[in-house]
């Protein structure tokens, strides 16, 4: 067991961690914990049909799916669910491009500008250029925007890359030309204090194009996603006051513990910086607490280029420039495997090293 | 049991039926014979990672999926997979969004035309205009095609709406301009004879923008879906020498029956009509055998508006006018439910009735 453990490090300590992208592995324990709870079984003979609720405007969404969202909202206290529209996306990504696609034909004149304050979620310029839409345009930093017309700011809180609570930043006078997209992804209590409740869809002409968007993008979402989906959601509902096997017990505790070990490291160093949180009190957790985002924003104070100098240490992160940022910046994900955190820890502790001695 | 049917009989002959999908519903009884065998189980910590194979250029599609896929094309002998790439999408809808992304951004200059022959599955005019791309541009009915520089030609075979076997028709001499995307949806042994093999992607470059196109619209595609279909399509080549349980077999055996009832119908009247389809040999079943759509093209010797007549009747297809054709023909689907399906012919043969008072 031991020797097994040794070897698996030392494999391990030689090869490319990967932690550019928010690979949500850090998890698999606690599944492994909550066992056949969450098991789905599927024949050959279920969801036969392209259709989950006829009578629903999101046709594509299972009933079942759209209960267990609103229950585990409630549960949580994270969103407002009365008298709002529910669509389904295979993930956020599609749902946004839905959204931007939604508002943007509903605009007077078009092409609408996209806007997002930096440091933003990268994937928002691919989304935003790929198609070469001409119904929006991709104008980068909200900071500094003054383009006359309709615009449509995207809002993430907490953000992505830097774990920051976010508000609009436009916010021009008596502008009706003005939308907002809030992408509440991690806005959930193990990664931030749940401080008030945000909305689903809330206009119903917004829901319709959202969902006119995916019946011709994909023609609806994976129904087996769908079901599994709505089994988890239903198991984090009904253990989320439970002492022993609440998940975001079990994720705060997780984050935090991540978190104070990188704090420790970076403090340690004297090239390294992190951004810092302010404390809040939880609705959920009914007590103060601090941030522990799913990325970290790591900046250096040298005039370096951070994410070439992570690549060198073989540690693959996002460059801060993809997010409107500087090179002196990468978002590196806090959601990896243990061993492959730990991996990360060691190998920036040593850059530390290697940095005093480049000096 | 009787008394059972014939409440469902009352209830669904009052009822607006839709044809205007495909929806494969028709299948369902195979499934439920089929029982266990294509029944998955997926644990809560399954599928924990948004990798699939990071070792393949399409890094979402799961290992086994690709595995029974490439099985099922040899067992049936319809698809060539040796020195393919597989790319594997939210249904043949992104998939074909895919192309036409990837193919559009290889072009010299752009936007691209895009045509398909009329009468042409009526989704493709949707797909490749609402997101007002500055890559491609649908330029309609590819019979009288003539604008000059690079273009798409989307090949369906057979043919959805009308059934028929397609080759392309623009067919430039010396023109390195013109691509081709094959839509082979259909191209299976219950709907129509295996003639020839056709190709998986050829290029890499193709398949390599294909896989970035869906890495951005959707971040890949559900694990749930692959691994269910995965084990579907295993089933389906275990069995597709079976005498008992091949699933062509039953599929051929059940639109040859649908083919005939309706053929048997619009025989009767003389207001409608459908296509004829020549018989050939299938390399499948190893004899002559005809063409059984998924789609029956129905038209009418009148002049009238024949998607409206049959809503009247409370009966939903897709408008001919939506594929390029006239009033005079409408797509219905041949997959629903058997008990849909004759309320449909029931109604169809009422038509002829109402329509010869109506004279």
Sequence with gaps: MVKLENMKNISLSDSVINLDHGDPTAYEEYWRKIGDRCTVTIRGCDLMSYFSDVNNMCWFLEPTLAEAIKELHDAVG????????????????????AAVHALSSLAGTQPVSVVAAAPYYSTYV??????????????????GFDKKGPYIELVT??????????????????????????????????????????ALVKDKE???????????????VSKESQIRTAKILKVLKETCKSETENFFEYGHEMMKNRWEKL???????DVFSLPKYPEAYCNFFGKTLGSYPAFAWLGTKEETDLVNELRR????????ERC???????????????DVFNVFLERLANMKLIKSIDL
């Design 126 to 143: 691919e989304e935003t250029t790929y198609v070469r839409s001409g119904m929006y345009k991709w104008e980068g930093d909200a900071w």
């Design 78 to 97: 994270n969103a407002a669910t009365e008298d709002r529209y529910i669509v389904v996306g295979t993930g956020s990504t599609q749902l946004c491009q």
């Design 324 to 338: 409107g940022s500087d090179k002196k910046h990468v978002r590196v994900s806090m959601l990896s495997h243990e």
């Design 263 to 269: 704090r420790g490291v970076v403090k340690e160093s």
């Design 206 to 220: 917004v829901a319709k194009k959202m969902v006119e968007y995916i019946t011709v993008n994909s023609i609806g």
């Design 313 to 320: 240490r073989k540690v693959m992160s996002r460059a801060g």
């Design 157 to 198: 809180s907490p953000n992505n890359p830097d774990g920051t609570i976010r508000e609009t930043v436009v916010n021009r006078p008596d502008d009706d030309e003005g939308k907002v997209i809030h992408d509440f992804a991690y806005y959930w209590p193990h990664y931030t204090p749940i401080t008030r409740r945000w």
